[in-house]
T-cell receptor
Framework: AQSVAQPEDQVNVAEGNPLTVKCTYS??????LFWYVQYPNRGLQFLLK??????LVKGSYGFEAEFNKSQTSFHLKKPSALVSDSALYFCAVRDIRTGANNLFFGTGTRLTVIP | DTGVSQDPRHKITKRGQNVTFRCDPI?????LYWYRQTLGQGPEFLTY????????KSRLLSDRFSAERPKGSFSTLEIQRTEQGDSAMYLC?????????????????FGEGSRLTVL
């Protein structure tokens, strides 16, 4: 079975401070990992993905994520948070070994950046 | 706008009624997905099409749910005899054709969703 876990329902951070949104995964084979963001009344938007290669992946809006195979984690990070980053963030995984075409999403983490 | 579009954006219906949602994917995408999202949860996979063929169905897709993609372009998701538990956001996503011999990256492009409220 494949799954992702987002242990924090809510993350609060002050504007200008670094932010981390945590994600751990469980798959049988090698994972494809994704982060999506959902703003109010908007669809899910792709932020970044890890397929293979460098463990540090850079994405949209200054976000990056670090793939850690030994810890089965894929935490989302940003060096300096903006108020406009406040949104709902979802981690997702695709298990390439099974050939599954769909993504399995976590339950989401609501990020609030405090001015 | 060349993104994924869904219609209607909001639907309020009474229990027992039938509802239908439409999704128009990005035109060059041959893969289309339906997900359901309830409050406080992440999107849950319902079904997947490659062109007009429905290749995967989740156990979440009960007999009251049916999805079609007759010409490999737009798709419809119909819920018959709606129940209050069907209240959710129904999300459609599409992804491009995978090159021959490739595995694809799995990135999905989502529409803004159709919110269903069953009274």
């Amino acid at each position: 079975a494949q799954s992702v876990a987002q242990p924090e329902d809510q993350v609060n951070v002050a504007e200008g401070n670094p932010l981390t949104v945590k994600c751990t995964y469980s798959v049988s084979g090698n994972p494809y990992l994704f982060w999506y963001v959902q703003y109010p009344n908007r669809g899910l938007q792709f932020l970044l993905k890890y397929i293979t290669g460098d463990n540090l992946v850079k994405g949209s809006y200054g976000f990056e994520a670090e793939f850690n195979k030994s810890q089965t984690s894929f935490h989302l990070k940003k060096p300096s948070a903006l108020v406009s980053d406040s949104a709902l963030y979802f981690c997702a995984v695709r298990d390439i070994r099974t050939g599954a075409n769909n993504l399995f999403f976590g339950t989401g983490t609501r990020l609030t950046v405090i001015p | 706008d060349t993104g994924v579009s869904q219609d209607p954006r909001h639907k309020i219906t009474k229990r027992g009624q039938n509802v239908t949602f439409r999704c128009d994917p990005i035109s060059e995408h041959n893969r289309l997905y339906w997900y359901r999202q309830t409050l406080g949860q992440g999107p849950e996979f319902l079904t997947y099409f490659q062109n007009e063929a429905q290749l995967e169905k989740s156990r979440l897709l009960s007999d009251r749910f049916s999805a079609e993609r007759p010409k490999g372009s737009f798709s419809t998701l119909e819920i018959q005899r709606t129940e209050q538990g069907d209240s959710a956001m129904y999300l459609c996503a599409s992804s491009p054709k995978i090159p021959t011999g490739g595995a694809g990256t799995g990135e999905l492009f989502f529409g803004e969703g159709s919110r269903l409220t069953v009274l």
